[in-house]
């Protein structure tokens, strides 16, 4: 029996077409620049979104990584949001490894950072100070979408003040199709964007970095650093221009797949479900249920990872009949 995984969209598979694309391939060293597929998924990549140039890597982490290193130097910050990928959930690379250091800043209840908190700590020029170089945000974050209206402030506030601005779009395509905009819509305003082509695009590994030609040169070194040059790496190029060619349109099945679910379970109650606006969402669980809800959910071969705050990931490996089922598991335990 197969399992219905809802932990994350990166536990997606190659679909047998996408599988067909990598074995077909072309491929050379991407390291000196002769990789026909991956060229043609960076030329590919920038043009979509709006941009001179893109550079592919092996994970959103490093592309991430990539461009702070290439924006910042030793000393200087970045203003990030407390709950961002880039603070959060990426070990403190810059930090680690770019001397950059984060400045937090609280995000507010819809995953945007407050303009007036991001004009607070942009440092004066003083010795005192790390040098303010960048602002940093990401969408969605939490599955939420920053209004656009909102980002075209927030970035034309960060160039007034003399910061670059840096995308986390790991899952931007979700953002552009929810609100029916196009992925060069969705990036206006950054001067980098880095997007994961292995989460509900379903390649199975890999991420591009987007910027002007003179940054993504200078991302090459530090990818080549941080040991993300690969040799014949069209084989999973293919992969990735794949689901960009095939797999933004249908993104909008995960998020009808995810209201679908979480109207589900707000049935019942002693749940708080909170409504998605694109393929996550949230379950608050009472703490004394949660080890036998998941048990209940194991026994129906159903993958979460299980806590009292509760995320559940739609993705285009569960099908609404299995999600049909997850709603009755959760149904019969919290019923009897």
Known sequence: MSWIDLRSDTVTQPSPAMREAMAAAPVGDDVYGDDPTVNRLQEFAAELFGFEAALFAPSGTQTNLIALLAHCGRGDEYLVGQEAHTFRYEGGGAAVLGSIQPQPIANQPDGSLALDDIAAQIKPRDVHFARTKLLALENTIGGRVLPRDYIAAATALAHERGLATHLDGARICNAAVQQGISLRDAVAGFDSVSVCLSKGLGAPVGSVLCGSRAFVEEGKRWRKMLGGGMRQAGVIGAAGLYALEHNVQRLAEDHANAAFLAGELARIDGLAVSTPQTNIFYVD????????????????????????????????????????????????YFET
Do not use: N, W, Y
């Open 285 to 332: 669980v009472p703490a004394a249920r949660c080890a036998g809800l998941a048990e209940a959910l194991a026994a129906a071969h159903i993958r979460v990872s299980m806590a009292p705050r509760l995320r559940l990931v739609t993705h285009l490996d569960v099908t609404r009949a299995q999600l049909r089922t997850v709603a009755d598991v959760f149904t019969t």
